[in-house]
Each structure stands twice: as structure tokens, then as C-alpha cells.
């Protein structure tokens, strides 16, 4: 089948509680992840979210839990820095065998990163086409017929930029929690605003909540703190704008595998912190976004 073409059948649309007006690829309730624990990953693009995520996987991973990393973006470099290269996407490998899904493998679209965290890429459809939606939704169905959910404890979804519309707020249907990657600054919290209005508008037809901010590239939060409060949202953690972190991207590396310095034990013992947070059990948080005006008011200049 040819993803540009989705059949009609697999477009629901949803009651007008899931965005008012909008029509979106809906959740096969057949088709749901299980018991693992899932966290949805978004922020503004080029936040620092695939950087966030593969270190909290290997975070979880350190805690002694099996995870399973899903990148949802078509440039397909979610999970490069725990598998040390580009791995094929499901789209790559289902369009191989003529999208007939029983010809495919586990290995053919499952790799193991660093320090056991399985690793899939979803890729995405061609530009313009197709719809983001049933890409995930068919690597969720390729993965629980191979059976890989099964004695999977995390699961991590890592969402292009800060798309949560249509296809790409897919991985909101099957999250406990989402998670917002921002730093100190009033472009990502432009874009966060905008987030949770999108996790919001699920919430109301699916178990996902919002769980809080992760700040990101940030030496300081008092931008943060001052729309949080706003908001009713919380600062998770903080991630301090560290040449460290950069050059690890470049090293195809995770920070848990570069060498030990101050600033490099902080940043891994704040990843720790968090995953053990995370599954603890985060409160979910009653969070309003602000109007776009009122942004402006709250954090703009005169």
C-alpha cells in the first residue's frame, strides 16, 4: 500500500472533544501498548529533544529497566547517538516488502543501542504526502506482532519539532505522559504554550497527561519559572548549556558515555534523578495555556 494513499477507513474522526472541528487519525483500540510505562517527548524544533531522550533512555536503562526508544521524525536521527549510526526506518523497510508486514523481521527494523535500549526509527511518509499518524501507528502494530512490548517496562516517543497536529500528536494517544523540552527563552516557550494546548485537547479522549518541563540549554529558569507559574506548570529538571552536551552529539555518543568530568557526573546524576522520578509516577499536572497575546504581556519587552 502506498502511504500517500491511506485508505479511508483508517482516518476516524474523533468526537469533537479531540480538537474542536479537527479531523485526525484516531488510536486503533485494538492496538495499544500495554504496560509499559510511555512518555511522549515534544518542544520547539532544535531544542535538544533526541539529545534528551536517548539520555533518559539510557538513564532508565542504568535503573536496571528495559527500554524501547521510538523516533517519530523523517529525518530518522532519534536514536543515532545510542546506535552509533542511521538505522532504517519501518517506512524504509515496510515499502522493501511492498508494505506487506508479515515479510518483515524483528531485526530488520529493531536495533540495540547502548547499554541495551532498543531502538526503533519510524521515519515518516515523502514530503507533502501521507500521513505522520499511520507511521506510528503501524510501527505500534509491527512491534506488539513481533511481541516486543511484551517485556518492555519504558517507552519513549521522540516527536519532530513542535508538530501536534494531525498525524505527529499520534504518539499522544498512546503516552501516560507528555513531556515539554524548553529552554529559558521565549521561543520555546512560544512553542510550549502551543504544546500543551495539543496535550490538553487529547487528554480528553485518551489516558495522556501532561507531566512537565524539561528545561534544556539552560544556565537560569526565570523565564521558565515565570510562565510555569502562569500556567500551573513545573520544571522536571535542568540541563545547563554545556559544550559537553554538544560535542557528544558529534561523537555519536550519549553523555553517559563520555568522559568523567564535574560538569559531566552532574548532568548524568540529574538524568538519574529524573527517570527514577518519572517512574515513580509523575503527578499530572492541571495545566491552561495562555493566549498568544498574553505571552507577550507576561515575558515580552517594552
Not at 135 to 153: S, W
Not at 164 to 179: I, M, N, S
Not at 205 to 231: E, M, P
Amino acid at each position: 500500500m502506498n502511504i500517500a494513499t491511506v485508505p479511508v477507513a483508517d482516518i476516524r474522526r474523533p468526537s469533537r472533544a479531540d480538537g474542536e472541528g479537527s479531523v485526525q487519525v484516531q488510536m486503533d483500540p485494538n492496538v495499544k501498548i500495554g504496560n509499559a510505562k510511555v512518555f511522549a517527548v515534544y518542544g520547539k524544533g532544535g531544542i535538544g529533544k533526541s539529545t534528551t531522550s536517548s539520555n533518559l533512555s539510557v538513564a532508565f536503562s542504568k535503573l536496571g529497566k528495559r527500554v524501547l526508544q521510538i523516533g517519530c521524525d523523517p529525518k530518522h536521527d532519534s536514536t543515532f547517538t545510542l546506535t552509533k549510526k542511521l538505522v532504517p526506518t519501518v517506512i524504509d523497510v515496510l515499502e522493501s516488502v511492498d508494505f506487506h508486514p508479515e515479510e518483515v523481521r524483528t531485526e530488520d527494523f529493531v536495533f540495540e543501542g547502548y547499554n541495551g535500549v532498543m531502538c526503533v526509527e519510524a521515519g515518516g511518509p515523502p514530503a507533502g504526502t501521507g500521513c505522520g499518524g499511520y507511521v506510528v501507528g503501524q510501527t505500534v502494530k509491527l512491534l506488539k506482532e513481533h511481541h516486543l512490548l511484551e517485556d518492555t517496562d519504558v517507552v519513549i516517543f521522540d516527536v519532530l519539532g513542535d508538530v501536534v497536529c494531525g498525524g505527529f500528536a499520534a504518539p499522544l494517544q498512546h503516552a501516560d505522559r507528555a513531556l515539554i523540552v524548553s529552554a529559558n527563552d521565549f521561543d520555546s516557550i512560544f512553542a510550549m504554550n502551543r504544546i500543551m494546548a495539543a496535550i490538553i485537547a487529547k487528554s480528553k479522549n485518551y489516558n495522556v497527561r501532561l507531566g512537565g518541563v524539561i528545561a534544556n540549554r539552560s544556565n537560569g529558569t526565570d523565564q521558565l519559572d515565570k510562565f510555569n507559574a502562569a500556567v500551573g506548570l513545573k520544571t522536571m529538571a535542568r540541563f545547563p548549556d554545556l559544550d559537553a552536551i554538544r560535542r557528544s552529539r558529534l561523537k555519536k555518543a550519549t553523555l553517559f558515555e563520555m568522559e568523567p568530568s564535574p560538569e559531566i557526573n552532574a548532568v548524568q546524576h540529574e538524568y538519574l534523578r529524573l527517570a527514577a522520578t518519572l517512574w515513580a509516577g509523575a503527578e499530572p499536572l492541571d495545566s491552561r495555556p495562555l493566549k498568544d497575546r498574553d505571552i507577550f504581556d507576561l515575558l515580552g519587552f517594552d
